[in-house]
Nanobody
Framework: QVQLVESGGGLVQAGGSLRLSCAAS????????MGWYRQAPGKQRELVAA???????NYADSAKGRFTISRDNAKNTVYLQMNSLKPEDTAVYYC???????????????WGQGTLVTVSS
């Protein structure tokens, strides 16, 4: 019904930058909030940043001042610009979208497959 495809992960040195992208496709009537979560080995998945349809944003304390989330509604795409990366940012990053599906008008929360970000010290 609705799919999310992520890109942009990889290996970067501490202090470097990466930009993650996530494109939604399928039977989408509307996308409400989109966001990025991450899960490090042995830890629970946590919210990194989220953006509503009206472009209101929310950041984890660890992301404030370093990461920027943005959204292109015309492309159903969300981005996460990550600067001043630290080794503790190493994790699998997952895209999330809270959608309304066309024709059925049902709410559907969708997850991407995840993209690995590794920050070396």
């Amino acid at each position: 019904q609705v799919q999310l495809v992520e890109s942009g992960g990889g290996l970067v040195q501490a202090g470097g930058s990466l930009r993650l992208s996530c494109a939604a496709s399928g039977s989408i009537f509307k996308i409400n909030a989109m966001g990025w979560y991450r899960q490090a080995p042995g830890k629970q998945r946590e919210l990194v940043a989220a953006v509503t349809g009206g472009s209101s944003t929310n950041y984890a304390d660890s992301a404030k001042g370093r990461f920027t989330i943005s959204r292109d509604n015309a492309k159903n795409t969300v981005y996460l610009q990550m600067n001043s990366l630290k080794p503790e940012d190493t994790a699998v990053y997952y895209c999330n979208a809270k959608t309304i599906v066309s024709l059925t008008w049902s709410n559907l929360e969708v997850w991407g497959q995840g993209t690995l970000v590794t920050v070396s010290s």
